[in-house]
């Protein structure tokens, strides 16, 4: 009995091992996929920052450290830099000027009352 339990425990330390490992290599599968999604989401017209953010994020968790993690940290970066630059700006690059507000008093007493209107008795 005891030289079986002796050779179960290498076996068993084994298939730990390969579980281990199987279990390494899809995590890593799947945080490439969220690399090469967070890529695709910042190559969209109107890219959902989050959501980029949230997948390299998983990538880094992962222990992926690769080109393409530093590729889509750039792209972010770039993005929200642009879009903040940008914030603001009409589509021929000339900024949006609101039209200025004029003092709710001073134009209540520059109105004149209308004829028949509630104040005709």
Avoid at 20 to 47: F, G, M
Avoid at 71 to 96: Q, V, Y
Wanted: charged share 30%; glycine share 6%; net charge positive.
């Amino acid at each position: 009995m005891a030289i079986e339990a002796a050779l179960i425990k290498p076996v068993v330390d084994v298939l730990l091992a390969l579980f281990r490992e199987s279990s390494d290599l899809t995590l890593k599968h799947s945080a490439e996929r969220a690399v090469r999604e967070a890529i695709r989401e910042l190559l969209q017209a109107n890219p959902d920052e989050n959501r980029a953010q949230a997948r390299i994020a998983i990538a880094k968790a992962a222990g992926i450290l690769s080109e393409d993690v530093v590729l889509a940290e750039d792209m972010l970066e770039k993005h929200r830099a642009t879009k903040a630059r940008t914030r603001g700006k009409s589509s021929t690059g000339r900024r949006r000027v609101t039209p200025p507000q004029a003092d709710a008093g001073s134009a209540r007493s520059a109105r004149k009352p209308r004829p028949g209107g509630a104040g005709a008795s």
